[in-house]
């Protein structure tokens, strides 16, 4: 499915992307609004680990009415798709597909998170040179403008070059900055494409950013090599800074992050935490100012979490499903079998003989204990388009005695069976709604059929 990339509503035509930013426009928006309201406020940006993330993300950003923010890492999404299994372009379609799916119509910002030589593992792991990291590393940035991705975090604080124990300076981290930048320009301006975000800087230690000192001379370094190279109109919106967080810790320092976000604020730049997993004091972000804050390792806990709980419950209703098994001894005829009948359609689950007879199971799961009304009436359905084929088709569907429920309790993790004999009573009343719906939706249906048969033809 082709994807139009472009969120719904008024934001995407405030503004000139050729003139300035997406991301940038939107944190301009946020500086009026606060100095307008004397209120800060933090942008959230997800690293999305999985599929589940981007759909979460998406609904909460809509049910809260907030920007979507994501920060890929170029382990979770590249031209060798990562272990998301997603490309820079499949990525940007999957969120603009969710997006258009929940009618989200506030201002979406995709980005790359660590773009830098031996960030990503394949190059760790298997040693490459710098000179082929950073090779590798702006033809994925390139497939990033692209694909309309709308940030990039230029992050060349690793260098595996280095002695063990000693800290990559300074000046290399802005040569290498400006070099990656300069490479994004040169490529965005040739392709005639709109502008893009900057994110630079680290939080690691290794990156040589961890006093004030330091941060400050980055800074002073970054804007003069920037105009030394004629970019002078580029300039990062974000900057990282050490606050306190990292993987193992859960403590924001809102004082650093006042002084980081002065700091940064005199270069025209926002502070942005990374690591921001099951922080303790979330509400001092924005009171200290901090323009944005990453999450990710948290994410993928929850999910992994709660895929342990599913297995669980999964290995627990299979055990109940085999000793219900074994007891009751099936004899299966048919399973997941499409039917069509007189004006409907379906997939019945089973058709086996228990206890003798011959029986047309429907499986159910769910953690609600009630059994609904309607169940006797689809049963029916499959019952009778069985029934009616069956002098045809004999050896394929055994003819059912008798329909029934076999529902899964997710809750209670318990098998129970339902027999609701032949359904033949109910069958009537199956036919009848049937019939009603056809004669409400006939219009509807025939105008989608011809519009199908339309796009076929072209």
Request: hydrophobic share 35%.
């Amino acid at each position: 499915m082709k994807v139009e990339k472009t969120a719904k509503g008024v934001f995407n035509d405030l503004f000139d992307p050729y003139e300035i930013s997406k991301c940038d426009f939107l944190l301009d928006s946020i500086n009026k609004v606060s100095k307008k309201y004397n209120e800060n406020f933090t942008l959230l940006a997800n690293c999305p680990n999985s599929e589940a993330v981007i759909k979460a993300s998406v609904v909460s950003a809509k049910k809260n009415n907030a920007p979507l923010l994501f920060a890929a890492t170029l382990n979770q999404v590249d031209s060798d798709s990562g272990y998301t299994g997603l490309d820079f372009s499949k990525f940007v379609e999957k969120v603009y597909f969710e997006i258009e799916k929940n009618d989200y119509r506030g201002p979406a910002i995709i980005g790359i998170d660590h773009g830098g030589p031996w960030l990503k593992d394949k190059q760790s792991v298997e040693d490459w040179s710098l000179d082929r990291c950073m090779k590798a590393i702006k033809k994925s940035f390139e497939e990033a403008l692209l694909a309309k991705y709308d940030l990039i975090h230029v992050d060349p604080t690793v260098d595996k070059t280095q002695l063990s124990g000693n800290t990559i300076s300074i000046e290399t981290v802005v040569d290498r900055t400006v070099e990656l930048i300069a490479h994004i320009e040169s490529f965005r301006r040739a392709k005639k494409l709109p502008r893009i975000s900057y994110e630079v800087g680290t939080e690691e230690v290794h990156g040589g950013l961890a006093d004030m000192g330091t941060f400050r001379k980055f800074l002073k370094l970054l804007k003069a090599k920037l105009n030394d190279r004629k970019l002078a109109d580029i300039w990062p919106c974000f900057v990282v800074g050490k606050v306190g967080t990292d993987l193992h810790t859960q403590y924001f320092d809102s004082e650093v992050a006042k002084e980081l976000v002065n700091e940064s604020g005199n270069f025209g730049s926002s502070i942005k935490g990374h690591y921001t997993d099951y922080v303790e004091n979330p509400s001092d972000y924005p009171k200290s100012g901090m323009g944005g804050a990453n999450i990710g390792p948290e994410l993928t806990e929850v999910e992994f979490e709660a895929l342990i709980e599913l297995a669980m419950i999964e290995k627990k209703l299979f055990d109940n499903f085999v000793k219900w098994h074994g007891k009751n001894k099936p004899i299966t005829y048919q399973t997941e079998t499409k039917i069509i009948g007189d004006g409907y359609g379906g997939r019945f689950d089973w058709l086996c003989q228990v206890n003798g007879q011959n029986v047309l199971i429907d499986l159910k799961t769910g953690k609600s204990g009630r059994w609904y009304d309607e169940w006797p009436l689809q049963l029916s359905g499959y019952k009778n388009f069985v029934r009616c084929d069956h002098a045809s088709a004999s050896a394929m569907f055994p003819f059912p005695s008798t329909c029934a429920i076999l529902k899964l309790n997710k809750d209670t993790l318990t098998v129970n069976y339902k027999d609701y004999g032949n359904c033949d009573d109910y069958y009537i009343a199956f036919k009848h709604l049937v019939n009603f719906y056809w004669a409400i939706n006939k219009k509807e249906i025939q105008e989608e059929i011809e519009k199908r048969i339309g796009n076929e033809a072209v």
